[in-house]
């Protein structure tokens, strides 16, 4: 009973709820804890979007302050950043916004008791010095974009105040998330969203990777438990403060062109690799999530056969709903 009172009290804040990962969390965590205790946030409005939203710039930190106070927010999902393959047009920029919409979102958890904070890290923190193969959860962390660097230090940060100040901040290294309810924002790995709606369409796929470029991904759904699972461990589990590991299944992108074919054999893919794979290079090829495993009890679900049949299931669906207009296709 008294965990129910508490359970109601939650209120959450979601700030970048309009991308690719926020638009889905946004979803599942109104699921869990109603649509009047989630707060979506971005820089603009959501297009008939219909629940609580609020258009906040996480670079200004009065507006998150107000935010917070006006709907007595508990806890903070920090999604907003910009991401690798962007971040490199304009790299000041980049760590300039991905660290002040850090630092303000913890300097407001902190003056205002907030119960728990979520910020994603991502596995664009390794770099040259990490080993390849099953990347540890401590391996040394030398990362080459500005991306990287910046959710390096990001990560030290939110140890920092979970040691300098007890707040509870969790946070996850993401591997390439895959989803059919949303568009990718500008990572490295926004390939294997877009080679599927490609093959939807029955178009030729130009791949900005090597065929053989190996990386770490997660289909979406996996990705979001993991956030819920991991923000509901007791809070005594969570060991690691800086990020946390997590794998879900690795593959290049000729195992995915193999893994279509079978769905769509004439389907044709051309590999043009740019800057992105000079990027991808350095990423580890597959991840050791064993802390995550033995601290919060991580495992992932869903296997590349999985991913494929349920991203064509689900993409056929909207576009023979809607037109080709990729926007129409998000949440
Ligand atoms: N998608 C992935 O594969 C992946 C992998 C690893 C880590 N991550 C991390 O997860 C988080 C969410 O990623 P995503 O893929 O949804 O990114 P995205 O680019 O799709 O969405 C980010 C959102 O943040 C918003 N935003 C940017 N600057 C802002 C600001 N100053 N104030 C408020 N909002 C702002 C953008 O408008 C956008 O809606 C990011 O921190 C990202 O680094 C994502």
Redesign the pocket.
Known sequence: MSQNIEYMKTVVLI??A?????SVLTEALKQKFGNSNVIAS??RAREGYKDTFEI????DIDRIQEVVVQYKVTQIYH?????SAKGEETPLQTWD?NMK?LFNVLEVCRKNNIEKVFF???IAVFGEGAPLENTPNNAYLDPATVYGIS?AAGENWAQYYFLRYGLDVRSIR????IGYQSL????T?DYAVDIYHKAVLEEKFNCFLKEDATLPMIFMDDAIRATLELMDAPKEDIMTRTSYNIAGISFSPAEVVAEIRKLYPDFEVKYDPDFRQEIASRWPNSIDDSAATKDWGWKPEFDLESITTTMIQKLKAKYKKGSKNLETLML
Do not use: E, M, R, W
């Open positions: 700030i970048g309009n991308g690719q990962l926020g971005d820089l906040i710039d996480a670079t999604l907003a950043a910009i991401l916004i919409t994603p890290s991502s959710k993401y591997p390439g998330v990718p924002g500008g990572g790995t």
